[in-house]
């Protein structure tokens, strides 16, 4: 890693050296080329004196300012190229340059350097960010079940538990892989944020009181759709970016969003569309039932108006989301379908 560092920083110094040397023969050139230009301009002078010596004077003028113009492409093409060259050493060196992560992670972990240099490196820690991420969703699904054939009160406090410790690995791989080059999408990076202040929420509620006996069944039933419908989006998303890396237009170090971000206008799409929808009106339907049983009776547990809200956050925030993407998708894909023909015919 140290010799990949030295490395870096002796490209980054030569391009710098390199870019100033062309800057410098730029701004000479520039200096040869004004004076040519003044004594065309003296000689354009001459010439408006005498028809005879003009002609002979213009043909000069006019060769000193073609003489002008090529040396400032010339000029503007070597600067060009050097910063061009720059450009690139810069990116070069900041692919090895030690980074830390976000506020987030800093808080967590600390402030320390989470730059992966190879490129094995970072894929394996992608493969397993997808691979943990796969096998807690699967698991969740089985310990809902559990939960909801199950009522004791400390299974309840459990799963609150392990959820909130699955969001919390997951953001802070996140943001690993964010400063490595993946694409993990902004608004699901704050739907994960608001899902943690919710779970902790959740886990603070009395498992013993009425209103989380009123709420449970609900709330275990919303988990085991959305589990189920996370693996689905799961699958969907993994062959939709094994495509898409396949053909060169994804890094190899994007990873498998089970959000809407991803989502392309194909058959697969509009068959997962529907129980998207349903997901998310029945996330906004918990919002509605919690607020709804705040105002029957105010004295309530502080967690349920707290939770309603988030709930409804939450689920504006996907079908937002969700509809961007469909309309943005299906005006690309209707473009396309027109263009087709033409590109035929012609």
């Known amino acids: 890693m140290a010799d990949d560092m030295v490395r870096a920083e002796t490209e980054l110094g030569m391009a710098l050296e390199a870019y100033r040397a062309s800057l410098r023969e730029a701004r000479d050139r520039q200096r040869r080329l004004e004076k040519a230009l003044s004594n065309a301009s003296f000689e354009l002078t001459r010439a408006r004196e005498g028809v005879a010596m003009g002609m002979g004077s213009t043909a000069e003028a006019e060769t000193s300012t073609k003489v002008q113009r090529e040396g400032n492409e010339q000029g503007s093409g070597a600067a060009e190229a050097a910063r061009q060259s720059l450009d690139e050493a810069v990116a070069r060196a900041k692919v090895v340059l030690p980074r830390p992560g976000a506020l987030y992670f800093q808080l967590m972990v600390g402030s320390v350097n989470i730059r992966m240099i190879g490129e094995d490196e970072r894929w394996t820690f992608k493969e397993e960010y997808e691979w943990f991420k796969n096998v807690a969703m699967q698991l969740s699904v089985f310990v809902t079940l559990l939960v909801y054939w199950v009522n004791r009160p400390w299974l309840d406090t459990l799963f609150h538990a ?185």
Request: include cysteine.
């Open 162 to 346: 392990l959820v909130l410790y699955y969001y919390f690995s997951i953001t802070l791989r996140e943001h690993i892989l964010l400063v490595n080059g993946s694409n993990i999408r902004r608004w699901w990076r704050r739907h994960h944020y608001i899902t943690i202040l919710l779970t902790a929420v959740l886990l603070t509620w009395p498992p013993k009181s009425d209103s989380w006996h009123l709420f449970r069944n609900t709330f275990t039933g919303f988990i085991i759709y959305i589990g189920c419908l996370q693996m689905l989006q799961y699958r969907y998303q993994r062959a939709r970016l094994q495509v898409l890396r396949s053909l060169g237009q994804t890094e190899g170090t994007d990873v498998v969003n089970s959000d809407t971000t991803q989502m392309h206008w194909t058959s697969s799409m509009l068959f997962l569309l529907p129980f998207l929808f349903v997901g998310q009106f029945f996330q906004l339907y918990i919002g509605y039932f919690l607020i709804a049983l705040f105002r029957t009776s105010p004295s309530i547990e502080w967690q349920v108006p707290v939770a309603g809200v988030l709930y409804i956050a939450l689920g504006i925030g996907n079908l937002f989301t969700t509809l961007r993407v469909v309309y943005f998708r299906y005006a690309a894909a209707t473009d396309s379908a027109l263009l087709t023909p033409k590109l035929r015919s012609e």
